[in-house]
Each structure stands twice: as structure tokens, then as C-alpha cells.
């Protein structure tokens, strides 16, 4: 017997992707979705533990105080769990210890770098080694991209993906670490997807890329490849009435952010975690 999939989806203190993010999980597969509010889990009503698929959907976390997704990282590193002796980062580090899976899209992705969990060399979730910081353009860039999979990633979510147009929609989506971790990442395949242009060529010129993000990181794993971000919206492409040009081209019906959540749903049906 497969094993059953729930997915949950993370809300609350300026999230506002969690709808779409839910439905990408329903299409791919999920047996049970739940957009949870963050004070659930704080008041100890619902428990990362009754989930294997938790989803942090984009948004302004918190306004965006002291840099984007920074007060909810202290947060989530800081706020006991009411009537539990543990802090929800405890909780989180045993989700993690279980072998489950975490997908982290634009402000989740930041949330997610600084809260440790990402890039996480040498599976250490203690401390933030890098960060994503205001785009180069200086302002809110809202476009579409072109992405390249990196096949040697062991990645979960990008398994047999290669190329992806993906819109973005942020304004502190520029990748920064010390040249050391860069070369980590890059020495792990840690790089799962990059910006690139319409031929598929690695870009570091906007507005292909469109943050000027070091290396062109587009989305990053940690080492397991359970623990996945990017700044791309997979959850904005799932029909083909997503797609900026949908009156013009033929087009598959499903739109292509599907197929990362899909790879997700099989990948714990597999699992026997």
C-alpha cells in the first residue's frame, strides 16, 4: 500500500499564496491539504508531526520587517509552543530528522535561508550562511523566466525537469553567500535551478536574471534534496490559462509548476518514513 500524502500549507502574518499553493498540491496528488494559520501551530492545535509535506507559500511575512521573512525566521526560532516545553524550530528540526519534505516558493524561500535550513552544508540547520537580499534593478520586478535544471542536483522536486518559464514577483530575490559556500553549493550540486535565457543559456544579465542573483540561483537544495526553494512561483503556472501568452500558443493544459509538486506527492508515497 502507498503510504498517504498530506501536505500542509503554512498561512498567516502577510502570506497570500497560500490558495494557489494548496490547489498545486490537490493537482499533483495530495491526499489531504490543509492551509494552516502559523497560531495554529504556536497554541499547539496542529503539530508539524501529523503532516510529511509542509508548504511555505509567498507573500510579505510580516511586512518585510528587518529584511524579508527575517521576523518570521525569529520567530519560528523563538516562539514556544503553547502548553508544549519545546519551540517550534524543535519541531520543525524533527520534521526534518524524518525524512520529509519542505518546498519554500519566493518569501518561503527566503524564510527557509533565514531560518538555516538552506543551503545547510553539511546538514547544520543552526546557523544562516547566506542570504537573499534587494534586487539589483532596485525595485519589485513582476516577469516571467526562463529556468535550467540542474540534472545532477539530487533535488527532489526537479527530478526529470529540465527547462521552465516561471513568473517571479519580488523584491529581495538576490542570492548572496561568501565565495567558500558558493563553491560548496556549487561542489554539492546544491544549485537546483538556475535563471537562463529563451535558449537555455546560464544568465547573469537582466533581465534573464532577473535579481542579479550570484551564480544565476534560481532555487537551492539542501544535501538530502528534501529541502527545497526558489524564487520562481510554480503555484502561478498550473493551467495553461496562467501562461502570459496562452491566447497565442498552443499550449499543454497543465501548466508546468505541476510537475514539482507532483515530483513531491511520489516522492513520499514511496517513502517509509
Given at each position: 500500500?502507498?503510504?498517504?500524502?498530506?501536505?500542509?500549507?503554512?498561512?498567516?502574518?502577510?502570506?497570500?499564496?497560500?490558495?494557489?499553493?494548496?490547489?498545486?498540491?490537490?493537482?499533483?496528488g495530495a491526499d489531504t491539504v490543509d492551509i494552516v494559520h502559523i497560531s495554529e501551530l504556536l497554541?499547539?492545535?496542529?503539530?508539524?508531526?501529523?503532516y510529511s509535506f509542509l508548504n511555505?507559500?509567498?507573500?510579505?511575512?510580516?511586512?518585510?520587517?528587518?529584511?524579508?521573512?527575517?521576523?518570521?525566521?525569529?520567530r519560528f526560532l523563538?516562539?514556544?509552543?503553547r502548553n508544549h516545553r519545546e519551540m517550534l524550530f524543535e519541531q520543525l528540526l524533527r520534521f526534518i530528522n524524518d525524512g520529509k519534505l519542505i518546498l519554500g516558493v519566493c518569501n518561503g524561500f527566503q524564510l527557509m535561508v533565514k531560518l538555516?535550513?538552506?543551503?545547510a552544508l553539511c546538514g547544520d540547520y543552526s546557523k544562516q550562511s547566506a542570504t537573499l537580499t534587494y534586487n539589483d534593478s532596485g525595485r519589485f520586478e513582476d516577469r516571467w523566466v526562463y529556468l535550467q535544471a540542474n540534472p545532477q542536483s539530487p533535488c527532489v522536486f526537479t527530478k526529470n525537469l529540465s527547462f521552465m518559464y516561471l513568473p517571479v514577483r519580488h523584491g529581495e530575490g538576490k542570492f548572496v553567500a561568501r565565495q567558500s559556500?558558493?563553491?560548496t553549493i556549487l561542489r554539492n550540486n546544491l544549485l537546483a535551478l538556475q535563471y537562463c535565457d529563451a535558449a537555455g543559456n546560464i544568465s547573469l544579465d537582466y533581465p534573464m536574471n532577473p535579481n542579479g542573483s550570484e551564480k544565476a540561483i534560481a532555487g537551492l537544495c539542501n544535501e538530502t534534496g528534501r529541502l527545497f526553494g526558489l524564487m520562481p512561483h510554480p503555484e502561478a503556472y498550473l493551467h495553461r490559462t496562467n501562461h502570459p501568452r496562452w491566447t497565442r500558443e498552443?499550449?499543454?493544459e497543465e501548466g508546468q509548476g505541476v510537475a514539482i509538486f507532483r515530483n513531491a506527492v511520489n516522492f513520499i508515497r514511496s517513502?517509509?518514513?
Open positions: 500500500m502507498s503510504r498517504k500524502v498530506k501536505a500542509i500549507v503554512l498561512t498567516g502574518n502577510g502570506t497570500n499564496c497560500e490558495i494557489e499553493m494548496a490547489h498545486a498540491c490537490k493537482l499533483a497554541y499547539g492545535e496542529k503539530r508539524l508531526a501529523d511555505l507559500p509567498g507573500g510579505f511575512l510580516d511586512g518585510d520587517d528587518l529584511g524579508s521573512a527575517k521576523a518570521g525566521a525569529n523563538h516562539a514556544p509552543v538555516g535550513l538552506l543551503p559556500v558558493q563553491n498552443a499550449l499543454p517513502s517509509d518514513f
